[in-house]
């Protein structure tokens, strides 16, 4: 059975039910209904004729022969109401002559003034016994009663009529509910087609979203969402791939071509040397990048969960530094440290290490020998902000939205003497964003880059 067919079978088994009380509570309602003016016509015609019965001694009659000869008294075809009297045995003293030769059965088990059905000539009637009393004595019946045909027929001919309209109307419902039923979950064959077109290699399409902002819509929507997180993903371990096989591919190939030339002849011993002493550079230098690769595709895949610890902004600095003091020392450059404020900043070591790391070690490299490099913290607008302005030649304008680009390296043709991967600010804006931390660069006039590192307070 498909979905469409289920939802209506099960929209069916409802409206069955509902629809089967409301046909039984109809039946119920119109049948004493019926009996209910039926009963009132009754009754109302027995206390009408009750004045007309005349009490002498033990005699019973009629007083107004002129009514008991009205045509309805006298044809049981026009509207067959009949009338006779009895005596408390049930002896029949009067009755109206529509009964000819018949007698209405009297019943002394029967309660007065309630109606009752009976049988006459074995047709079906309703029947009433009103009694008659003289000066509080009981003197005899007044039997009063109408054909019960026609209110059977009608509560048949219901009874038929519902037995038939409620398969009808449950057909017509069916497939009703299973027109509406495929119209409502085409979004559901959309976004089945749509899956189905749907490889590692077309992650593009997305299905398309009701118009209707209801439940399907919503799953529509997550849909969409979780093909962009795959997308996402999917194209981070492209990017991976091939930024990790075009960073190890070039100095494989120097280390290769180097070890190629040593071999092709003897050669002494301090060349053999400064060859082995280059390659394990560029060993080292491939192995910090495939280090930096992964600490991405860390960033990139990993369920990160952060140790926040209370920390002075002073150490943060400190410890960057003192890494890179015989750096600092070689080139001489003047380390300039303004922190009145005191501050900590509550945030994760490692993420707040690697982002300190790289922004005071670009500093560094691009700094001139006898340089300056200012470090100062400051709060402004309830943040904490650590800014660290070198002296170098700073990026270019339109290169500044671009640095945080695994592998790009502003004006790199005019800083080949300057190692680098172009994968430090990409670790930095990485792990910012882990922690929740902003990280701005501007040019600094007249030369140099300023970087702010935003902390929020708290």
Same mark, same amino acid.
């Given at each position: 059975?498909?979905?469409?067919?289920?939802?209506?079978?099960?929209?069916?088994?409802?409206?069955?039910?509902?629809?089967?009380?409301?046909?039984?509570?109809?039946?119920?309602?119109?049948?004493?209904?019926?009996?209910?003016?039926?009963?009132?016509?009754?009754?109302?015609?027995?206390?009408?004729?009750?004045?007309?019965?005349?009490?002498?001694?033990?005699?019973?009659?009629?007083?107004?022969?002129?009514?008991?000869?009205?045509?309805?008294?006298?044809?049981?075809?026009?509207?067959?109401?009949?009338?006779?009297?009895? +005596?408390?045995?049930?002896?029949?003293?009067?009755?109206?002559?529509?009964?000819?030769?018949?007698?209405?059965?009297?019943?002394?088990?029967?309660?007065?003034?309630?109606?009752?059905?009976?049988?006459?000539?074995?047709?079906?009637?309703?029947?009433?016994?009103?009694?008659?009393?003289?000066?509080?004595?009981?003197?005899?019946?007044?039997?009063?009663?109408?054909?019960?045909?026609?209110?059977?027929?009608?509560?048949?001919?219901?009874?038929?009529?519902?037995?038939?309209?409620?398969?009808?109307?449950?057909?017509?419902?069916?497939?009703?509910?299973?027109?509406?039923?495929?119209?409502?979950?085409?979004?559901?064959?959309?976004?089945?087609?749509?899956?189905?077109?749907?490889?590692?290699?077309?992650?593009?399409?997305?299905?398309?979203?009701?118009?209707?902002?209801?439940?399907?819509?919503?799953?529509?929507?997550?849909?969409?969402?979780?093909?962009?997180?795959?997308?996402?993903?999917?194209?981070?371990?492209?990017?991976?791939?091939? +930024?990790?096989?075009?960073?190890?591919?070039?100095?494989?190939?120097?280390?290769?071509?180097?070890?190629?030339?040593?071999?092709?002849?003897?050669?002494?011993?301090?060349?053999?040397?400064?060859?082995?002493?280059?390659?394990?550079?560029?060993?080292?230098?491939?192995?910090?990048?495939? +280090?930096?690769?992964?600490?991405?595709?860390?960033?990139?895949?990993?369920?990160?969960?952060?140790?926040?610890?209370?920390?002075?902004?002073?150490?943060?600095?400190?410890?960057?530094?003192?890494?890179?003091?015989?750096?600092?020392?070689?080139?001489?450059?003047?380390?300039?440290?303004?922190?009145?404020?005191?501050?900590?900043?509550?945030?994760?070591?490692?993420?707040? +290490?690697?982002?300190?790391?790289?922004?005071?070690?670009?500093?560094?490299?691009?700094?001139?020998?006898?340089?300056?490099?200012?470090?100062?913290?400051?709060?402004?607008?309830?943040?904490?902000?650590?800014?660290?302005?070198?002296?170098?030649?700073?990026?270019?304008?339109?290169?500044?939205?671009?640095?945080?680009?695994?592998?790009?390296?502003?004006?790199?043709?005019?800083?080949?003497?300057?190692?680098?991967?172009?994968?430090?600010?990409?670790?930095?804006?990485?792990?910012?964003?882990?922690?929740?931390?902003?990280?701005?660069?501007?040019?600094?006039?007249?030369?140099?880059?300023?970087?702010?590192?935003?902390?929020?307070?708290?």
């Amino acid at each position: 059975m498909t979905f469409k067919d289920r939802i209506a079978f099960y929209y069916l088994i409802s409206a069955a039910s509902i629809i089967a009380t409301v046909f039984v509570i109809i039946y119920f309602i119109v049948s004493a209904t019926v009996y209910s003016n039926l009963d009132s016509a009754l009754i109302y015609e027995a206390r009408k004729h009750l004045k007309d019965v005349i009490v002498e001694q033990d005699s019973l009659y009629f007083n107004n022969q002129a009514i008991i000869a009205e045509r309805e008294h006298k044809e049981a075809e026009v509207l067959p109401f009949f009338l006779q009297i009895v +005596d408390t045995s049930g002896n029949v003293l009067a009755k109206s002559a529509n009964l000819k030769k018949q007698t209405l059965t009297f019943r002394p088990d029967v309660t007065a003034h309630k109606c009752f059905n009976a049988e006459l000539s074995d047709k079906a009637i309703r029947q009433i016994q009103i009694p008659v009393k003289q000066n509080g004595k009981l003197k005899g019946y007044l039997l009063t009663a109408v054909s019960l045909e026609g209110t059977i027929l009608v509560v048949k001919n219901l009874r038929h009529v519902l037995l038939v309209l409620f398969p009808l109307v449950l057909a017509l419902l069916f497939f009703m509910a299973r027109y509406l039923a495929a119209k409502n979950i085409k979004p559901i064959v959309n976004i089945i087609e749509t899956t189905n077109r749907i490889t590692k290699y077309n992650l593009s399409e997305r299905v398309k979203l009701p118009k209707t902002r209801d439940e399907l819509y919503t799953l529509s929507q997550a849909i969409n969402e979780l093909l962009d997180r795959m997308q996402n993903a999917f194209e981070r371990e492209k990017q991976f791939t091939n +930024d990790a096989s075009h960073e190890l591919r070039t100095p494989l190939s120097v280390i290769k071509g180097t070890l190629e030339v040593l071999v092709r002849k003897p050669r002494k011993e301090e060349e053999y040397k400064e060859k082995i002493k280059y390659c394990i550079s560029e060993i080292d230098s491939m192995s910090e990048r495939v +280090d930096q690769l992964l600490l991405l595709a860390r960033f990139d895949n990993a369920n990160i969960s952060l140790r926040k610890e209370s920390l002075p902004a002073i150490s943060l600095i400190d410890n960057a530094i003192y890494r890179h003091r015989k750096l600092i020392e070689e080139k001489n450059i003047h380390i300039v440290i303004k922190d009145d404020l005191a501050a900590e900043v509550v945030t994760d070591p490692y993420y707040v +290490d690697m982002i300190m790391e790289n922004i005071i070690s670009n500093a560094i490299k691009y700094s001139p020998a006898g340089g300056t490099i200012e470090i100062q913290t400051h709060k402004e607008d309830n943040k904490i902000i650590i800014e660290v302005v070198d002296c170098g030649e700073g990026i270019k304008e339109e290169d500044l939205n671009s640095v945080f680009n695994p592998f790009f390296r502003s004006d790199s043709l005019n800083h080949k003497h300057i190692n680098g991967s172009g994968l430090g600010l990409s670790i930095v804006k990485k792990a910012s964003e882990i922690l929740g931390v902003e990280v701005k660069l501007q040019n600094h006039p007249p030369k140099g880059l300023k970087a702010q590192i935003i902390f929020p307070v708290g």
